[in-house]
């Protein structure tokens, strides 16, 4: 009896072996293996260097008609290809010139269901494709990311709001730190999150060309494993009546998105890091977004801007009164001018937040426009998102008779199908009157900064504001965000804080707004960070009364020409050089443990630089505004010895004489 059952067993398992279909494919360079596996599901698995880092892992889409991709794997057409091609990046926030290398397998379905897989040499990506007639709306979506073992796991959770349902978030929180065992479904993470085990590379998870669907959160079940999690689409919407008014989801329906039949979902993307500084300079999200959709980018102009929210417009030294007013807005002007900057932004407060032709009394638009105008200094404007969507192509035909280049609107604070129309809405409403854009209160850009080059950045970040009211922006927090949240596309942290405070001596307050950091890391957050319109938040009153690091400040670039990752170690440090022109700049963050790091110049062409250097002064450690200024002759033969402060931080910047 036990030949018989054994004989049934071996011939269970030689008929499954032959049913089940499986196809490999490598990247460019070998070192990553994705292996798609084809039989009841669809699994997919990834290998570093023969080295198991995904385990089988199920992709699936059901539909509400009950269509699912996993009935029709019987009979699956497989096609690959290879692609070696050239992106020319027309807002650089990391390099101009973007190899884009990869190879693909579509595994085409009976079912009018498809599946792309890409391998990069530094990631993976699959997304699902649908050939329906007409329209069709998802039930669902099974994104499945397993692991071979209990990883630690780097994420943002949201935090159930008191009077809304937990898909509502601005998508701005600390990261922690947890096993993968110990994240549930009662755990709401929003991506870029990152999975680090010890002995293998890190694994970066997020998206890419996120449109006309909702965004990808991620949750738990007390596995080794984290599965894509969506936010239901909006049955039913309810206006709150605030300062800052929104408009939330009181009603959710029993679907995901009602979208065309026929199109490409979202890719789901793993960045593979062997070493942690692959990861700050990656850009794969960039690579798998869609193609530009704005012809002529001649009018896109990134730079600096100031931003008077965070210290609450509280300049000093000055013979008005100062607040959201004509003088105080000339002021920002004049310092703009002064240090090199292109614009200035008038945030919340110009108007009523309700009505954007509603103009706060003690500002003359005119008077602004006018005077911006003859110094050169461009200006933007700070609007609210459910404003804007009600009065969007006036208020547009108004900024443009204004010469407003760029504006901010904010407060979304969701990312189901609908908020995503949005995004899409006034991106394509924001390039037929050559307006740049950002949104605050917004999920991560996913791509959508490549498909709109004008959409310069988006904040998702848990930034400088938060001085204001909380001690969250710790310095721990300002390294990992350049390599966990920077995977998402640029951001908006708004740095340049003067007023800078050791833990023991911070306190947060909107009227003198402090940092956790030195001087020096405010200022190196500006090479650090990517953002093509780079905001100084910090009082320009202070700045004026030091010039020397105002002009320091002041040339440093917003998009770049290349960048190298000169050392990194997660949540510990990372130092980034960026080149413009010919030119380098470099810069380093630190968490709260002083260190010393020796950085070779090797990397720069043959030739003499003239170094401008600011780092941490001797005394940062108890007074981080302290720093140093100091000149400087170097070659590719020197060696830079970095001194970093508890929070501190490191700018160089290198012109070739």
């Known amino acids: 009896m036990k030949k018989l059952l054994l004989l049934h067993f071996l011939l269970a398992s030689f008929t499954y072996a032959h049913a089940q279909t499986t196809r490999e494919i490598s990247s460019p360079n070998g070192a990553i293996r994705l292996v798609a596996y084809v039989h009841d599901d669809l699994r997919y698995s990834v290998y570093f260097k023969n080295q198991l880092i995904l385990s089988p892992s199920e992709i699936d889409m059901v539909l509400s008609d009950g269509k699912k991709l996993s009935t029709g794997l019987a009979k699956a057409q497989f096609t690959e290809r290879n692609i070696n091609e050239t992106i020319i990046s027309p807002v650089p926030e990391k390099r101009i010139r973007i190899p884009d290398r990869y190879k693909e397998l579509k595994i085409t379905l009976r079912n009018a269901f498809a599946v792309i897989f890409r391998v990069y040499d530094d990631g993976v990506a699959y997304r699902i494709a649908t050939a329906f007639p007409g329209e069709i709306a998802v039930r669902s979506e099974t994104a499945a990311f397993r692991f071979p073992a209990n990883h630690p796991v780097y994420f943002p959770e949201v935090p159930p709001p008191s009077n809304m349902d937990i898909y509502h978030t601005s998508f701005e929180e600390p990261y922690t730190i947890k096993p993968l065992e110990s ?7 929003f991506s870029p999150v990152l999975v680090a085990p010890k002995d293998s590379p890190k694994i970066g998870i997020t998206e890419s060309d996120l449109e006309d669907y909702p965004g ?15 936010a239901p689409y909006p049955a039913e919407e309810t206006e709150t009546k605030e300062l800052y008014s929104t408009r939330y989801v009181s009603k959710r329906a029993e679907f995901l998105a009602s979208t065309k039949g026929t199109r490409a979902f979202p890719w789901r993307v793993l960045i593979i890091a062997p070493e942690d500084k692959d990861l700050p300079g990656n850009d794969l999200v960039y690579r798998l977004a869609s193609p530009s959709r704005v012809r002529d980018v001649s009018w896109i102009k990134p730079g600096k801007a100031t931003d008077e929210w965070i210290i609450t417009s509280n300049i000093f030294n000055v013979p008005f009164k100062s607040g959201i007013n004509t003088a105080t807005y000339k002021y920002y002007i004049d310092f703009a001018k002064r240090f090199g900057f292109e614009r200035i932004m008038m945030d919340a407060g110009w108007s009523d937040n309700n009505d954007l032709f509603k103009i706060n009394p003690d500002i003359d638009m005119d008077e ?12 933007s404007m700070w609007t609210l998102a459910l404003t804007l969507d009600k009065q969007l192509e006036p208020a547009l035909e108004q900024f443009s008779k204004w010469g407003v280049d760029f504006i901010m609107t904010d407060f979304i604070n969701r990312d189901d199908q609908k908020a995503v129309q949005f995004f899409y809405k006034v991106a394509e409403a924001c390039a037929r009157h050559k307006i740049m854009l950002m949104f605050h209160g917004a999920f991560k850009p996913a791509g959508f ?6 959409a310069i950045a988006r ?3 848990l930034g400088s504001e938060y001085n204001m009211w909380s001690a969250k922006a710790t310095p721990e927090h300002n ?9 998402g596309g640029p951001l908006d942290y708004e740095p340049g804080m003067l007023n800078n405070a050791t833990a023991k001596g911070f306190h947060a307050m909107p009227e003198n707004v402090m940092s956790l950091t030195t001087r020096t890391q405010q200022l190196a957050m500006f090479v650090v960070y990517e953002s093509p319109v780079q905001f100084f938040a910090g009082n320009p009153s202070q700045g004026m009364q030091e010039p020397a690091f105002m002009e320091l400040l002041g040339s440093i670039p917003t998009v770049w020409d290349t960048t190298r990752m000169l050392d990194a170690r997660l949540g510990d440090y990372v130092v980034t050089a960026r080149k413009k022109g010919s030119d380098w700049y470099i810069g380093a963050l630190n968490d709260s443990t002083a260190r010393e790091l020796t950085i070779p110049l090797d990397f720069l062409p043959p030739g003499n630089y003239s170094a401008t250097i600011c780092e941490d002064g001797i005394n940062a450690d108890r007074y981080p505004a302290d720093y140093r200024l100091s000149e400087a002759v170097l070659t590719s033969k020197n060696t830079l010895q970095i001194k970093l402060a508890p929070g501190g931080g490191y700018v160089a910047r290198l012109r070739r004489q």
């Not at 994240?183 to 993470?189: D, E, M, P, T, V």
């Not at 990808?216 to 969506?230: D, V």
């Not at 602004?368 to 200006?379: E, L, Q, R, W």
């Not at 350049?482 to 995977?487: K, V």
């Open 183 to 189: 994240i549930h479904s009662k755990n709401l993470l």
């Open 216 to 230: 990808m959160f991620l949750s738990g079940a007390g596995e080794k494993a984290l599965f894509g999690h969506f």
């Open 368 to 379: 602004i426009m006018a005077y911006a105008k003859s110094k050169g200094i461009g200006v």
């Open 449 to 454: 900064n490549r498909t709109f080059p004008h």
């Open 459 to 461: 904040e998702a970040v």
């Open 479 to 487: 390294v990992l965000l350049a390599f966990i949240r920077m995977l």
